[in-house]
């Protein structure tokens, strides 16, 4: 467990980068190039000489050579600086190309760093050269256009109706949209925003055949759902997210009751779908005797018995 929330504060750290002047020593120890060790003597020279003015001030920090300060650099932030550019992702060797982007924009660095207007003209591949390729130079732009930007994907909400509020403000045939909340193997419950989550079984969760709600839908997904059942009195709410309109029935999956519930039955197969009890070797077991035929054997092995 300890290992694994390592690794994760580790992958934040070097995805979202560290405020140099504010992390503490056990933050430090995850960037990249650097460990408890150096942490500890970054924390320590801070304390003793204030705030870091720039990234190249840590070059004075003890034991911390070039070969660190390559490798951690540009996971370190430090914000209202000497240089605008140490708070961005922007690696201190590619600062030279960030700084012909600016030159070509014509306006101060610090009226470009977060205006993505200002930098719609540039091309990336006008700043190509022999030592920063064209995918390095996107990276770059994306940076000046959004520094120290957020890694994570938009968060996507859903737009809860107007006046549906409550368990009894619903009415079956209502389309509304919701967020799944948690998804089992029979179904997904949707938060439409009734404080009461309502459920998609899995025979209304698409017009086709789904073996498992995980197919189609994951936690936080945003969906259109039409409401097809509303008991108040048990708190529960049936919906259905099928184009076709769906329905109630839950026995079978999509297509109505039992539409693909298993093949047809093979001669001298049992009900489950088994071969009969009979003869080895692949053989059928022979279709049943019908009720005269089982009479008149009753007949013969009575008589047979009388005899004896």
């Known amino acids: 467990m300890t290992r694994a929330l390592e690794a994760v504060v580790e992958d934040a750290v070097n995805a979202v980068g560290v405020d140099l002047n504010m992390a503490s020593a056990s933050l430090l120890s995850h960037v ?37 300060f390559e490798q951690a650099a540009g996971f370190l932030r430090i914000r209202d600086g000497e240089e605008p550019l140490d708070a961005s992702a922007v690696h201190p060797e590619a600062y030279g190309v960030a700084r012909k982007i600016v030159q070509a924009c014509g306006r ?19 700043f190509v050269d022999g030592s920063f390729g064209l995918p390095t130079v996107r990276d770059i732009l994306a940076e000046l256009e959004k520094p120290g930007r957020d890694p994570r994907p938009d968060f996507v909400t859903a737009s809860f109706a107007d006046g549906i509020e409550d ?23 949707v938060d439409i925003g009734v ?25 936080g997904d945003v969906v259109k759902v039409r409401v097809t059942e509303v008991d108040v009195a048990r708190k529960r709410i049936g919906l259905s997210m ?38 080895s ?3 059928f077991q022979s279709a049943p005797k019908s009720s005269d035929q089982t009479g008149a054997l009753g007949a013969a092995l009575l008589n047979a018995l009388r005899k004896s």
């Not at 977060?114 to 591949?125: D, I, M, S, V």
Request: proline share 5%.
């Open 195 to 219: 404080h009461q989550d309502g459920l998609v079984h899995i025979s209304q969760i698409a017009d086709r055949f789904v073996k498992d709600a995980h197919e189609v839908v994951k936690a």
């Open 167 to 189: 368990i009894k403000d619903l009415r079956p045939g209502m389309l509304l949209e919701g967020t799944v909340t948690n998804v089992a193997a029979f179904g997904a419950f």
């Open 242 to 279: 099928r184009k076709d309109g769906g329905g109630s029935d839950e026995r079978g999956n999509a297509g109505g009751p039992r539409a693909v519930a298993r093949s047809p039955r093979r001669r001298g197969e049992g009900a489950q779908g088994k071969p009969a009890a009979g003869k």
């Open 281 to 283: 070797g692949g053989n």
């Open 108 to 126: 101060d660095i610090r009226q470009i760093m977060g205006h993505p207007e200002a930098l719609r003209g540039a091309r990336a591949e006008d």
């Open 32 to 68: 990249v190039g650097l460990g408890p060790s150096l942490a500890q003597a970054i924390v320590t020279h801070r304390e003793a000489n204030g705030a870091f003015k720039s990234r190249k001030s840590l070059l004075k920090v003890t034991g911390l050579g070039p070969r660190a």
